[in-house]
């Protein structure tokens, strides 16, 4: 079984920067594909960034040029590199995961969630 866990979120002005990292245990890591969602209040669950079985990457519009979404195969970890932060970005982070290949930034592709992390930028 996949278990997620992520951290490092926080509370920052707008503009400033916060690293998320998702632990991965119960699977041999480098299989995955993995991706990051997030979801504010009263809005769906929405992909940010999403890194293939070939290492290859996908970002949100939204998030183009300021969010890096990065694997490190020898920690098992998976990382968000966020910079430039707006108050829009503000939300519930999460780490998702499944065993196929291109799956993309699409939600319903992915059968194994982290608990989330919070991320507020203020302005």
């Known amino acids: 079984q996949v278990q997620l866990v992520e951290s490092g979120g926080g509370s920052v002005q707008a503009g400033g920067s916060l690293r998320l990292s998702c632990a991965v245990s119960?699977?041999?890591?480098?299989?995955?594909?993995m991706g990051w969602f997030r979801q504010a209040p009263g809005k769906e669950r929405e992909g940010v960034a999403s890194?293939?079985?070939?290492?290859?990457?996908t970002y949100a519009d939204s998030v183009k040029g300021r969010f890096t979404i990065s694997k490190d195969n020898a920690k098992n970890t998976l990382t968000l590199q966020m910079n430039s932060l707006k108050p829009e970005d503000t939300a519930m982070y999460y780490c998702?995961?499944?065993?196929?290949?291109?799956?993309?930034?699409?939600?319903?592709?992915?059968?194994?969630w982290g608990q989330g992390t919070q991320v507020t930028a203020s302005s």
């Open positions: 998702a995961a499944d065993f196929w290949c291109e799956l993309g930034l699409k939600v319903d592709n992915y059968n194994y």
């Open positions: 890194i293939d079985c070939d290492g290859s990457t």
């Open positions: 119960g699977y041999s890591y480098s299989s995955l594909y």
